[in-house]
């Protein structure tokens, strides 16, 4: 799986947790135009290899690999409140972080990509713009993803000629060995 399938799988779970229509689900894009509240930005921070598998090696030489991945999910959330309210994006994220734990994550998620851990809890960061109070809440989680990659192998080596010439070499030279 590549990380823009992980977003998309990472966005569409976090739309069906939500269950609400009115909140827009994006990607952190700096160049692009600010969503109206409420939304959602996701970004990834991170993406790391952790580990290479290898599984196998088939007839037709092609070689199958499960790549290991973490990729560090930055959560965004944004809501404008009510005077003296600084709550609701926070809850946003809540929502989200809790329905991780449920089956509706695997079914949305798939089985390649999973929560593994929190590496920054739900801060609350209320804000002013335009005279009016923001709510803004940020998570940050990590999740573990399995890249299958196949490739075209070189060549398989079945057997080795010329063993008697290797053991001609060891008496020439008077090297003992196994026959």
């Known amino acids: 799986m590549l990380i823009a399938e992980a977003k998309k799988r990472i966005a569409n779970f976090c739309a069906a947790a939500l269950n609400d229509k009115s909140i827009k689900i994006g990607y952190s894009n700096q160049f692009a135009p600010e969503f109206v509240k409420p939304c959602v930005m996701i970004d990834v921070d991170n993406c790391k290899d952790v580990s290479t598998c290898h599984t196998e090696i088939n007839n037709n030489a092609v070689t199958t690999q499960i790549l290991w991945k973490t990729i560090d999910v930055e959560f965004k959330a944004f809501k404008a409140t009510e005077v003296g309210s600084i709550n609701g ?32 809890d739900i801060s609350n960061i209320p804000d002013v713009v335009d005279s009016k109070v923001e709510s803004r809440a940020v998570m ?38 196994d026959k």
């Open 89 to 120: 994006a926070d809850d946003i994220l809540c929502t989200i972080f809790n329905a991780l734990k449920t089956e509706q994550a695997e079914s949305s998620l798939g089985q390649d990509l999973a929560y593994a851990y929190t590496l920054q």
């Open 140 to 177: 940050t989680l990590r999740f573990n993803m399995a890249q299958l990659i196949q490739s075209q192998s070189s060549g398989i080596i079945r057997s080795i000629q010329g063993v008697s010439v290797i053991d001609d070499l060891k008496n020439n030279l008077n090297i003992k060995g």
